[in-house]
Each structure stands twice: as structure tokens, then as C-alpha cells.
């Protein structure tokens, strides 16, 4: 459970719920979030970008309702991303950019810095606010598509990967066309609908990164998208699957 690592949200829904279930956004807890004003990701924002706010435990202390069992239902909450800092960076002993700067960007070899935001308390932002290059992302979607290997060395557990872009048996309910519509969902990644194994790392404003491991092939997108362009991210796809289909290894029959 999370107050394993965050004692100080032992009393909290979101403290009671495994570390799995918060990757595969499945905690239960009320949040709703619809990317438009007065939401409860803007509620949370205003306390985490606040110079004087709360702070990332005070402000998750806020929602504590739980509306489902947990690891029962898919339901995109940017809350869950912000208590996955919290534990990573009370395991740790580290702030979650530290972390990332030791374990990946540094045995990359990454060619530019990157930045993550923090709130008042120091905490990084981990829902949102990570900036890098193009090239650097695309770096990092190539390390994903070998399953964790980078020039050699293995950089993240190959099975976690695997893990983390697959659905498990009995987890149905994360599978494409049910996490929603269109995508299943990982550990907090998005999963491509198919028959071969693909995933997509997806910013708010059109930022993402598309990758194939089956052919290696990775697809970077930064953008600022006002919140009605292509809401069904229909112009990215197409290109995508039009790219895979050219240049892709070929799909089973």
C-alpha cells in the first residue's frame, strides 16, 4: 500500500490502495477530472503551482472518497501520477527528478538537460511538468521499445516494461475499447488497440510519444494544443498508423 512509503496518508483512500492499482489508475477514489476550469485537476494544480500552496500530501488529502473498489475500474485521474512521486520519493530518499537524472537521463547519456516542476514543499510535480528535447524524448522511446535496453545496458527492468504496456489476464477492464473508447492503459501508459503490442506516453496539449517495439519504431509529437484541437487525436493516429504501415515490421495474420 502507498502509506507504506507516505505514512502521513495512512488515513487517506488514496494511502490504502496498492502501488499497482494507483499505476493502472484504478484507486477507486473520487476525482473527476474533464481538462476544463474548475475541475479537480485544477483544484489540485492550484495547490501544488501556488509559491505559498499546500504542498503534493496536503493536497491529496483533499479527495478522500472512494467511489469503487479498487483495481475494478479505469478512471484517468492525474491525482494517482502525484502519490506515485510521493512513494517513489519517500522510497527513495530522493526527489523524483534526482531519481530520473540518476537512473536514466545520466546512463542514457541524454544531449540536453531536462527540467520538472516542484511545489511549495520541494516535491516535484510528477502528474505533469516534465520538459526535454525532442531528440531526448525520442531517446527515451527508443530505450521503451528495446524493453528497457539502451546502448547495451539495460536502463529499466525489461519485465517491468513489458508489465507496464501489456494487459494481464483478469484485468479486462484496462483492455483497449474498456480503459475507454479507443485505449487500453499500462502503468501509466496508454495501450494502443491491435494485435501487436504498442503504447503511447501522452501529454495534455498534444505532446506524446507513439512507440512499436516490434519494428522499433518510435514517434515523437510536441505540441500546444487548445483543448479543442482533434480531441480524438485523429490527424496524430492516422499518421501513425500510416508510418507503421510503410516502415513497420508486418502485422500477424
Not at 501520477?81 to 542514457?108: C, D, F, N, P
Not at 504496456?165 to 479507443?182: C, H, K, Q, Y
Not at 509529437?221 to 487525436?233: E, K, Y
Request: hydrophobic share 40%; glycine share 10%; proline share 6%.
Amino acid at each position: 500500500m502507498a502509506d507504506v512509503y507516505v505514512p502521513e496518508l495512512a488515513d487517506n483512500p488514496y494511502g490504502q490502495t496498492s502501488i499497482r492499482d494507483l499505476l493502472h489508475m484504478s484507486s477507486g477514489v473520487h476525482f473527476f477530472e474533464d481538462s476544463n476550469p474548475g475541475d479537480d485537476r485544477d483544484r489540485l494544480g492550484r495547490d501544488l503551482f501556488n509559491p505559498h500552496g499546500l504542498g503534493a500530501v496536503d493536497a491529496v488529502k483533499h479527495f478522500d472518497k472512494r467511489d469503487r473498489p479498487p483495481g475494478t475500474h479505469f478512471s484517468y485521474a492525474s491525482i494517482e501520477t502525484e502519490v506515485l512521486g510521493l512513494v517513489l520519493s519517500h522510497a527513495t530518499h530522493m526527489s523524483v527528478a534526482q531519481y530520473a537524472s540518476e537512473r536514466i537521463w545520466k546512463k542514457m547519456g541524454m544531449e540536453s538537460d531536462g527540467s520538472w516542476g516542484r511545489d511549495a514543499s520541494g516535491q516535484n510535480i510528477t502528474y505533469c511538468c516534465v520538459s526535454a528535447t525532442l531528440r531526448d524524448w525520442a531517446r527515451l522511446g527508443m530505450m521503451l521499445a528495446n524493453d528497457g535496453r539502451w546502448n547495451g545496458q539495460q536502463i529499466v527492468p525489461r519485465e517491468w516494461v513489458l508489465q507496464a504496456t501489456s494487459v494481464a489476464t483478469g484485468d479486462g477492464f484496462l483492455a483497449p475499447g474498456n480503459a475507454n473508447p479507443i485505449f487500453g492503459y499500462g502503468y501509466q501508459v496508454w495501450i494502443l488497440p491491435g494485435e501487436r503490442r504498442m503504447f503511447a506516453l501522452q501529454g495534455m496539449d498534444g505532446q506524446r510519444i507513439i512507440v512499436d517495439p516490434g519494428s522499433k519504431l518510435v514517434l515523437v509529437q510536441t505540441a500546444v494544443w487548445t483543448s479543442d484541437h482533434d480531441p480524438g487525436m485523429r490527424e496524430i493516429y492516422a499518421l501513425w498508423y500510416a508510418l507503421d504501415a510503410q516502415y513497420g515490421a508486418p502485422w500477424p495474420h
